[in-house]
Nanobody
Framework: QVQLVESGGGLVQAGGSLRLSCTAS????????MGWFRQAPGKEREFLAA????????YYLDSVKGRFTISRDNTKNTVYLQMNSLKPEDTAVYYC?????????????????WGQGTQVTVSS
């Protein structure tokens, strides 16, 4: 059974930084892309970033490009999301996800396994 466990969320002031981590088990981690999403209250779940299985390819939502960086360590079965210059509108629950197939994709329906989420709150 695939399990994804996120950590690293919390409360931060605007302009601050956080690094989220997601550790996976139950699947050959290095064979699959990984993604990060977020969901704010009353809004749909939103794609943020994805990374190829090797880590060479990365893809971002335009509004976070240049502020967020996705990376992975296949020796630790862990994917990261470094978030800089945080804004109050970044407040949401953040999820990591593993796709149905191996490629890096951006649609919610293309992901099969999800973590429990970690809350990020950015104060103004």
């Amino acid at each position: 059974q695939v399990q994804l466990v996120e950590s690293g969320g919390g409360l931060v002031q605007a302009g601050g930084s956080l690094r989220l981590s997601c550790t996976a088990s139950g699947r050959t981690f290095s064979s699959y892309a990984m993604g990060w999403f977020r969901q704010a209250p009353g809004k749909e779940r939103e794609f943020l970033a994805a990374i190829s299985y090797s880590g060479v390819g990365t893809y971002y939502l335009d509004s976070v490009k240049g502020r967020f960086t996705i990376s992975r360590d296949n020796t630790k079965n862990t994917v990261y999301l470094q978030m800089n210059s945080l804004k109050p509108e970044d407040t949401a629950v953040y999820y990591c996800a593993s796709p149905v197939y191996r490629g890096a994709v951006s649609k919610v329906d293309d992901y099969k396994y999800w973590g429990q989420g970690t809350q990020v709150t950015v104060s103004s």
